[in-house]
């Protein structure tokens, strides 16, 4: 734990980055609203309320986002972290999309994610140029 904090540490990132201490607080919150609303959406799957067309980009944003930190972290690896935030936005992007005309408050729910998301996918993407 102590070698991932000193290397992120000594990484260039952008002055507006935010402390290392925010992301902790922030995730909680972020996986709450996360385990409701995709727990909702793969309980009506599994119920055959919503197609699986539906649930699929769902699952996949759990694989990415659950990729992210070891990407990052334990391999140190800013380009693949980078195409991973990539495919976390897009899958919830697909997600909200998708689920909107079944259940739309699952939708709105996604908001926060998208946009700590959104600001995560500049802050990786700028990191790693920096990082070249």
Same mark, same amino acid.
Do not use: C, H
């Given at each position: 734990? !102590?070698?991932? /904090? !000193?290397? /992120?540490?000594?990484?260039?990132? @952008?002055? %507006?980055? @935010? @402390?290392? %201490? &925010? #992301?902790?607080p922030v995730w909680t919150v972020l996986y709450i609203i996360i385990a409701i609303?995709?727990?909702? &959406? #793969?309980?009506? +799957? #599994?119920?055959k309320k919503i197609p699986a067309k539906v649930a699929l980009p769902f699952a996949?944003?759990?694989? +990415? !986002?659950?990729?992210?930190t070891p990407l990052q972290f334990w391999l140190q690896n800013n380009i693949l972290?980078?195409?991973?935030?990539?495919?976390?936005?897009?899958?919830?992007?697909?997600?909200?999309?998708?689920?909107?005309? /079944?259940?739309?408050?699952?939708?709105?729910?996604?908001? @926060? /994610?998208?946009?700590?998301?959104? #600001?995560?996918?500049?802050?990786?993407?700028?990191?790693?140029?920096? !990082?070249?």
């Amino acid at each position: 734990m !102590n070698q991932t /904090y !000193n290397w /992120y540490m000594e990484i260039v990132r @952008p002055s %507006w980055a @935010p @402390p290392s %201490w &925010v #992301f902790g607080p922030v995730w909680t919150v972020l996986y709450i609203i996360i385990a409701i609303s995709f727990g909702t &959406v #793969f309980y009506k +799957f #599994f119920l055959k309320k919503i197609p699986a067309k539906v649930a699929l980009p769902f699952a996949l944003n759990i694989i +990415f !986002n659950l990729l992210f930190t070891p990407l990052q972290f334990w391999l140190q690896n800013n380009i693949l972290a980078s195409i991973d935030i990539l495919l976390v936005l897009g899958t919830l992007i697909w997600a909200m999309v998708a689920i909107y005309r /079944y259940i739309k408050w699952v939708t709105y729910a996604q908001i @926060p /994610y998208l946009l700590w998301v959104s #600001f995560a996918t500049i802050l990786q993407l700028t990191i790693t140029y920096l !990082n070249l």
